[in-house]
T-cell receptor, first 114, second 111 residues
C-alpha cells in the first residue's frame, strides 16, 4: 500500500543524545515536511524539502537537522542542542506539481527524553 | 511563524448534536484544508477547499471557504462517538508554500 512510514513509533533517549527519526514515502511525492506537535500548540513546521538535496528551515528549526539524499526519504535528527525535545513528531508529504496543498501525514513518532 | 486562529479550543457535546468550528486569519489564503487527528495518530485529510465561497460536503461534514478568503468553517451534523478527536484547519497562501495550521479544536462526544 502507498503511504508514509515513520519509525520508530516510540523512542526514549537520555538527555544529551542525538536521535534520528525515519520517514519514508512511496507516494512519489516531491515535497516532504517535518512538524512538531505539543499539547495545545497545534503543528509547528521544523524543516521541509521540495526537491532532493535541498531543504529549508521552518519556524522552529533550531536544534534539528535533516537530509534529503533520496526522493522517498527525509530523516530528522534531533540534536542535543534542542532544549525541549520531548514531543510528537509528524512527517508529511505532498505532490508538489499540483500545488493544491493536500498534505498526507505519517502516523507519528513520540520522542521522550529522560 | 503565523498560525491561524481556530475556535473553539475544545467542545463537549451530546451524541446527535451538530458541531461548528471555524478558522480565521488576518491574511488571505488560496487553499483551506480541514484535518482530523485521532489520539496517537497522524492527521487525516477530511475536506479541501480551493475557491472563495466554495461549500463542500463529505458525508456528515460540511466546510466552507470564506468569501474574503480569510476564514473557513467546518460543520459536523448528528455527531457520533467516533467523531471524537482533534480537528485542525490549515491554509496555504500561494503556490507551493508550506501549510499554516490552526492550534486545533478538541471534540468530545458524550453518548
Amino acid at each position: 500500500d502507498g503511504g508514509i512510514t515513520q519509525s520508530p513509533k516510540y523512542l526514549f533517549r537520555k538527555e544529551g543524545q542525538n536521535v534520528t527519526l525515519s520517514c519514508e514515502q512511496n507516494l512519489n511525492h516531491d515535497a516532504m515536511y517535518w512538524y512538531r506537535q505539543d499539547p495545545g500548540q497545534g503543528l509547528r513546521l521544523i524543516y521541509y524539502s521540495q526537491i532532493v538535496n535541498d531543504f529549508q528551515k521552518g519556524d522552529i528549526a533550531e536544534g534539528y537537522s535533516v537530509s534529503r539524499e533520496k526522493k522517498e526519504s527525509f530523516p530528522l535528527t534531533v540534536t542535543s542542542a534542542q532544549k525541549n525535545p520531548t514531543a510528537f513528531y509528524l512527517c508529511a508529504s505532498r505532490l508538489q506539481l499540483t500545488g493544491t496543498g493536500e498534505l498526507f501525514f505519517g502516523e507519528g513518532s513520540r520522542l521522550t527524553v529522560l | 511563524g503565523q498560525q491561524l486562529n481556530q475556535s473553539p479550543q475544545s467542545m463537549f457535546i451530546q451524541e446527535g448534536e451538530d458541531v461548528s468550528m471555524n478558522c480565521t486569519s488576518s491574511s488571505i489564503f488560496n487553499t483551506w484544508l480541514w484535518y482530523k487527528q485521532d489520539p496517537g495518530e497522524g492527521p487525516v485529510l477530511l475536506i479541501a477547499l480551493y475557491k472563495a465561497g466554495e461549500l463542500t460536503s463529505n458525508g456528515r461534514l460540511t466546510a466552507q471557504f470564506g468569501i474574503t478568503r480569510k476564514d473557513s468553517f467546518l460543520n459536523i451534523s448528528a455527531s457520533i462517538p467516533s467523531d471524537v478527536g482533534i480537528y485542525f484547519c490549515a491554509g496555504q497562501r500561494r503556490g507551493n508554500t508550506p501549510l499554516v495550521f490552526g492550534k486545533g479544536t478538541r471534540l468530545s462526544v458524550i453518548a
